[in-house]
C-alpha cells in the first residue's frame, strides 16, 4: 500500500485512526490524508481509500 484516504465523521477519532494504523503498518508508512466528512453510508464512522502498487 502506497497512499490512504482516510474519511471521518468525527476528526476527535483521528488519534484512535492512528493509533490502529501503527499496530497494522510499519515504516516506511504509506502517505495518507486525512478529510472530515459529514456523513457515511450506513451510519459509517471510517472509510478507508487505499492505492495498492503490485509487483
Not at 41 to 54: C, H, R
Amino acid at each position: 500500500m502506497v497512499r490512504q484516504t482516510v474519511y471521518l465523521t468525527d476528526l476527535n477519532n483521528f488519534a484512535v485512526v492512528n493509533k490502529v494504523m501503527s499496530e497494522i503498518f510499519s515504516a516506511p508508512y504509506p502517505a495518507r490524508s486525512c478529510v472530515q466528512i459529514s456523513a457515511l453510508p450506513k451510519g459509517g464512522l471510517i472509510e478507508v481509500e487505499a492505492t495498492v502498487v503490485l509487483d
